[in-house]
C-alpha cells in the first residue's frame, strides 16, 4: 500500500473517531466513504473506530463490488456508492446519528429556512428522506432525491443525517453545522414558530455562500 493511499485510509479513521469524540455518532454508528480511484474507500461495518487499521478500510469498485479479501464494507455502503455516482463533483459522505438531527428526523421533519446558514447544505432548507430499512436500494434512492436540485445534506427519517463534501473534511464540518442548525432550529421551536426567511433571501445566501471563505489570489 502507497503512502498517500494509506494516509486517505487513515483519514476516514480519524474522521469517525472525531465523530466518537465530539458525539456526532456513538460507539460503532455512523460511517463515512471517500472517492478513490475508481471507486471508493469506506468504512467497515460493526468496527470500533478505535481500533481500525488503514488495511481494514473496504475499497469497493464504482458500482459497489467488494474485491475478495477485505472486511464487509459499512451497512450503509450502497447510498455512499450511489452518492458518490450520482454527483461527481462530491468526493466524500460521512453518515452520522447526531443527536438533534435525529430527533428531528424521527419526526419526519427536515430543517427550514429559520436561519441563514441553513444554505450552506446547498438550498433553502435542509430536507428530510423518507424511511425505508437500512442498508436498502429503497434508503439509497430516497436519499437520493432528497439531495436532488443541490442539497449537500439531508435528514433521514427515523435515522439520522448525511451530509457530502468536496473533501472528507468538507462533509465532516457540514454534518457538525447541520447537527449545530438542529439543534437550535429545536431550541427555537421550544419559544415558539419561527420566522422563517423567504425564498428570494435564502436564494441570495445560497449564491453568497458559492465564494465563501474563499482568498483572493496574489497573482
Known amino acids: 500500500m502507497q503512502d498517500h493511499e494509506r494516509a486517505a485510509r487513515q483519514s476516514l479513521i480519524d474522521t469517525c473517531i472525531g465523530m466518537n469524540a465530539s458525539g456526532l455518532s456513538l460507539h460503532k454508528s455512523g460511517n463515512a466513504s471517500l472517492r478513490w480511484g475508481g471507486g471508493l474507500l469506506i468504512t467497515p461495518t460493526g468496527r470500533a473506530y478505535d481500533r ?25 455502503w450502497r447510498f455512499h456508492v450511489d452518492i458518490l455516482s450520482a454527483f461527481p463533483a462530491c468526493n466524500a459522505v460521512v453518515h452520522v446519528h447526531s443527536t438533534h438531527a435525529t430527533a428531528l428526523a424521527c419526526l419526519g421533519r427536515g430543517i427550514p429556512a429559520f436561519h441563514y446558514m441553513v444554505a450552506v447544505a446547498g438550498g433553502d432548507r435542509i430536507p428530510c428522506a423518507p424511511y425505508a430499512t437500512f442498508g436498502t436500494p429503497a434508503l439509497s434512492a430516497n436519499v437520493l432525491d432528497a439531495l436532488g436540485g443541490g442539497y449537500r445534506a439531508c435528514l433521514m427519517a427515523n435515522h439520522g443525517q448525511v451530509a457530502t463534501g468536496k473533501t472528507l473534511s468538507e462533509a465532516y464540518a457540514l454534518a457538525e453545522e447541520v447537527e449545530n442548525l438542529a439543534r437550535q432550529y429545536m431550541l427555537a421551536r421550544s419559544l415558539g414558530e419561527t420566522r422563517d426567511l423567504p425564498a428570494d433571501e435564502m436564494a441570495r445566501v445560497v449564491e453568497k455562500f ?9 497573482d
Do not use: F, K, N
Open 52 to 76: 481500525l487499521q488503514p488495511e481494514d478500510i473496504v475499497y469497493l469498485e464504482a458500482d459497489g463490488t467488494c474485491p475478495p479479501g477485505q472486511l464487509i464494507p459499512s451497512s450503509e
Open 210 to 218: 458559492r465564494t465563501y471563505g474563499q482568498q483572493r489570489s496574489d
